[in-house]
DNA sequence: GTCTATACTTCGATAGAC
DNA sequence: GTCTATCGAAGTATAGAC
């Protein structure tokens, strides 16, 4: 990248730069097969130029699969995903209730036409490039399980759940969580369904949550 | 291969022969950087020989990976998980008890040196290679999640856990599971570290089902 | 069964005309 | 900014001598 503006991308305008449709092209091609399967050629016969004209938007293949990356984490990185207090969500939804929005709010973020590509690509890439590893470690399991555990102590606080490690329970929720992602993005990863992952999600994330909550609501076992 | 006996791949003879010292360091490297990073060349260096006389041994690259792919499938096919009837195991160690040891007998199964190595093979090649993905969907997720279903039915008939959605419960305890499988492999993977994943997936593993055992006792919240 | 030699392809990347 | 032309490196695979 020349100017390092990764938010501005993609700027939405009726006709896309030729920049943007080689971002296009790749996003799509390496989701499907690969970083390493897709060929400057392939991208450049799929956006309908010769393969030196690509140099003049990116300086090498890995620019380019590294603008793809920093703009998805910018990307993620941007609203935060709650603007309503928790302890009034709490009162208002009860705490099963909360987590289910939770949930749907935190999908629906990270879930915008490009980035749902991108999501697959991070997750074939993890193996191999050591800066996505290291942000979906922190970003996207550290992070999340941290920021669950305190929203359970708090829970608990409030009387909504009884006392209990919240730390296994930030790992019992998240990390069922996560493997729901892997399932839908590398297990059972279907093309044509892949854009509807928000609600997919949600749906198999229900009785999930319905069974934790069970499991730690007030008067339950010890 | 050209007789098709893969169990007897590997003969453990005093002096491996060339067809087995490749495939060793055809685990060994694809392991490390995944099977496309990988060249015949690669191969050849370290074996000690040169790369056409690795077609003397496999007619192409991609028959090296079938050959290692379908060696996994079978050692992993090999011996009953069981050999004590569940009835007993249960009647003596309880639930949590018998969980912790179906869950340690069946890692330490799965966990041979060489096997280690595919597994996260397996994990890498998940994403492009459809005969591993449909392995992976149906042998490590499916099939033990229908298994302890059945198992989960079985302690509530006896008395042992209350009665739930097992098919829920399954999946609670199985999901968690593979997460750590991913998490091992791909998220947190440490080339150092990556012989005792039994011992760190036990670890891991115990809160796990100390939580969901504590949920579903007999006489806990319904 | 291993070697040398090489065919053939594809890859990432560059030079220079327009 | 795109084109033609081309380079050098690396890839898989084969032929044939020993």
């Not at 993609?10 to 006709?15: D, I, L």
């Not at 092209?25 to 393969?51: P, W």
């Not at 980035?115 to 074939?124: D, E």
């Not at 999340?144 to 296994?168: H, K, N």
């Amino acid at each position: 990248m020349t100017d390092n503006r990764v938010e501005a991308l993609f700027k939405n305008e009726s006709e896309p730069t030729t920049r943007e449709k080689i971002l296009d092209v790749a996003i799509d091609s390496i989701a499907r097969r690969g970083f390493e399967a897709v060929s400057i050629r392939d991208i450049a016969r799929e956006v309908g130029i010769r393969e030196s004209s690509i140099y003049n938007h990116f300086k090498s293949k890995d620019e380019i699969l590294d603008t793809i990356i920093e703009y998805f984490m910018v990307e993620l990185s941007r609203s935060d995903p709650f603007e309503t207090p928790m302890d009034v969500m709490l009162e208002k939804y009860g705490p099963e209730g909360f987590m289910n929005m939770a949930g749907r709010a935190y999908l629906e973020r990270i879930n915008r036409p490009r980035i749902a590509r991108i999501w697959r690509i991070i997750a074939i890439e993890l193996y191999r490039n050591e800066k996505v590893r290291q942000f979906f470690r922190t970003t996207m399991v550290q992070v999340p399980v941290s920021a669950w555990e305190q929203t359970f102590r708090r829970m608990a606080e409030l009387g909504y759940i009884r006392e209990c490690d919240t730390g296994v329970l930030a790992r019992e929720f998240f990390y069922y969580s996560i493997y729901l992602f892997f399932d839908y993005f590398v297990i059972s990863f279907n093309e044509s369904t892949y854009c509807r992952f928000t609600e997919d999600m949600l749906e198999d994330l229900g009785p999930h949550i319905k069974f934790m909550m069970d499991a730690i609501k007030v008067g339950g076992a010890q």
